[in-house]
């Protein structure tokens, strides 16, 4: 019988939640790399697939690296259940396509993912699912989007890149009182910084790709929430079209989990210096977008809602030439589209991540051509600020 750790704190569950060994009393987890699983006779086989007996059947959909770091996921998210997924976007478009059907409609911050937004623009569209988009802190913007066939809200806070935010619980409210599934994204925070779920969403997905691996190795995702929900919809959409996570990526991103809290607070301490740092620089001219600045203009809600704000760091140089001189003149910050790895990464995102929106859609998102992302790392953080200071006198 697996002991049950659910009472423990975070990193505790973090580290014991779903530490049963096999018969071989390993003390880490092994890696179960096989496509399929036998059976010892055909009516094993049959009463597996009908369900009358468990047991693991085809990676696909049963796998016990993959379960475990489900378990791990829903523990850390207080979540009854977990599916995990190809990628962060696998997560994504699988809550889509479970949760919705032509003739339904969804509400989706102008502030998501670029990939979201171009999945919202052609994949949703073209399935007669009606769109609209609106303005991630206006919750009168959410409430007058509801039509009669409004199933889902779906949403990132803080935004990636903009840092901009919503109160959680104020839109859960109103979500709750219309119907509607409220769907966070929680990328930039981790069960960490920041649990939607307590704060009264319905679902939370996430790219374990950034910090959950935190080390820019692998690719996952997950969804987390209801346990009814997640298999009645979610579980037979994943099952049959295969955008699954594999037991490798799993188990990758299960030690992940393991040093995640450790790796959070010092990503948190680094950026909170990082982005005071830059706030004073006489270059920065664009300002600092960091939501545990006092010059942010959703603080007071940050505080509240996020134990601790973050590793995202965003400045604005005014222009793209000059975004660009400071970039290249960065000599230990990883140029990538990535974030939340253990090293410091930059992004320009006009024209990297966000590159595939339209002009207005950039501009509605609040990504202009001078906007540097930064993904704080794990460096030191008097090398991290000594870098900035060499690259800003080029820029
Ligand atoms: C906020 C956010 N959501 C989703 C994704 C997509 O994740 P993945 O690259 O794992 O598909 C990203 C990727 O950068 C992201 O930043």
Redesign the pocket.
């Known amino acids: 019988m697996e002991q049950d750790f659910s009472a423990y704190g975070l990193a505790t569950r973090a580290l014991h939640m779903g530490r049963a060994t096999s018969l071989e009393r390993e003390n880490s987890p092994p890696v179960y790399l096989t496509s399929s699983f036998r059976f010892d006779s055909a009516e094993q086989a049959r009463a597996v697939f009908a369900g009358e007996e468990e047991g693991n059947l085809y990676s696909r959909f049963t796998n016990p690296t993959v379960a475990l770091f489900e378990e791990r996921m829903a523990a850390l998210e207080q979540a009854e259940h977990a599916i995990a997924t190809a ?6 478009t699988m809550l889509f396509l479970s949760l919705l059907s032509a003739g339904d409609h969804v509400v989706i911050s102008r502030s ?2 670029g ?2 937004t171009n999945i919202a623009n052609t994949l949703l569209k073209r399935m007669g699912i009606g769109v609209t988009r609106v303005t991630l802190s206006d919750l009168n913007g959410w409430e007058e989007a509801i039509t009669p066939a409004t199933r889902l809200f779906f949403l ?1 806070t803080p ?2 890149p903009t840092l901009e935010m919503v109160d959680l619980a104020a839109l859960a409210g109103l979500a709750r009182a219309r119907g509607v599934l409220l769907a966070v ?1 929680n ?2 925070c981790t069960p960490c910084l920041q649990r939607p779920l307590e704060l009264g969403a319905d679902l939370v ?1 996430h ?4 910090y959950i691996d935190g080390q820019g190795r692998v ?3 997950v969804i987390a929430g209801p346990r009814a929900l997640l298999m009645d919809h979610v579980y037979p959409m994943l099952r049959n079209t295969g955008a699954s996570l594999s037991p490798f990526n799993a188990w990758v991103l299960f030690k992940g989990l393991e040093t995640l809290s450790l790796r959070m607070e010092r990503h948190c301490d680094n950026a909170a210096h990082v982005a005071a740092h830059l706030a004073a620089h006489p270059a920065v001219t664009g300002g600092v977008l960091y939501p545990g600045l006092a010059s942010h203009p959703q603080q007071e809600l940050a505080a509240r809602q996020m134990r601790r704000f973050g590793a995202i760091v965003c400045l604005d140089l005014g222009s793209r030439a000059r975004a660009f001189r400071f970039m290249n003149g960065l000599k230990l910050a990883i140029m990538t ?3 939340g790895d253990a090293r410091t990464l930059v992004t320009h995102p006009a024209t990297t ?1 966000h590159a595939k929106l339209t002009d207005a859609e950039r501009s509605a998102a609040g990504i202009t051509e001078g906007l540097v992302r930064f993904s704080i790392g794990l460096e030191e953080v008097k090398d991290l600020l000594a870098d900035l200071d060499q690259a800003l006198e080029q820029a």
Do not use: W, Y
């Open positions: 990628s962060g976007m696998a997560a994504i998501v993912f990939s979201t990132e935004a990636n994204d990328v930039l997905v790219s374990a790709t950034k690719l996952g995702g589209a990535n974030l991540t």
